[in-house]
């Protein structure tokens, strides 16, 4: 990555660095040159494992929590980029899902996102937010309707701060990934796997990594003529026609 693209001296933040994704994310900067601060809730042991590999610092907050999310920004201090990754997902019929279940998805996958893009764009001169969306909020899947809901929002709402915030010279893109392998993910739902293999032109699932890469492209140099955009990266699955 560092002989594509450096980001030697850029401060990045990435929330819910501990997770499969984030981590992902987190590699790539890492390798690009990029000071890495690594966001985590409660994954403690698995983000500090991370940042001992890739030399990153930990930052720990519920970002819910307004004080917690703020206090952590004001520790963290400046930063170039912000990668709003941080999502939780309850797989819950439509018809099933209680008040509570709902409003704990829109609080950390829509609400966080925009409280801190807006808190985190005050210690930027210049840079980039870039949040990750997913397919599922062009196109949702059963049982996964508060999840697709708020990632159809946090498109939407990149579109609307990218129009804001361009003045400031801070560009915003959302990265709407497909499925992502992770350990023992075939065995756990293998017709799922079976189904995107066969409906992906690409004919695999993706990599953590390919969603870090489209993330380090969306910040660098490379990337500053792009803004309130939605890169889809799902291996052609999007293609695929459903009828």
């Known amino acids: ?100 279940e709902w409003n704990a998805i829109v609080d950390t996958n829509l609400n966080a996102v925009f409280a801190l893009t807006q808190a985190a764009v005050t210690t930027m001169k210049r840079g980039a937010v870039i ?36 003045r400031l010279g801070i560009r915003c893109n959302a990265v709407s990934p497909g499925l992502i392998g992770r350990e023992g993910i075939e065995e756990q739902w293998p017709e799922g796997v079976a189904r995107w293999h066969a409906a992906a032109p690409l004919h695999r699932l993706g990599t953590p990594e390919d969603v870090g890469n489209a993330c380090v492209f969306l910040a660098s140099p490379l990337a500053e003529w792009i803004t309130g955009q939605n890169l889809v990266v799902d291996g052609g699955v999007s293609t695929h026609p459903t009828w």
């Open 131 to 166: 949040t990750i969306a997913s397919i599922e909020g062009t196109h949702p899947a059963e049982g996964h309707a508060a999840y697709a809901t708020t990632k159809a929002a946090v498109i939407m709402h990149t579109k609307a701060a990218a129009l804001e915030y361009g």
């Open 1 to 100: 990555m560092t002989t594509v693209i450096n980001l030697d001296g850029q401060r990045v933040l990435i929330t819910g660095a501990g997770g499969n994704i984030g981590a992902g994310i987190a590699r790539c900067f890492a390798a690009a040159g990029a000071e890495v601060i690594a966001h985590y809730h409660r994954s403690a042991s698995t983000t500090q494992a991370l940042a001992e590999e890739i030399g990153a610092t930990t930052a720990q907050a519920d970002l819910t929590n307004p004080a917690q999310r703020q206090a952590m920004l004001d520790r963290v201090g400046r930063i170039d980029v912000l990668v709003n990754n941080a999502a939780v997902q309850t797989v819950r019929p439509l018809k099933e899902t209680t008040t509570e």
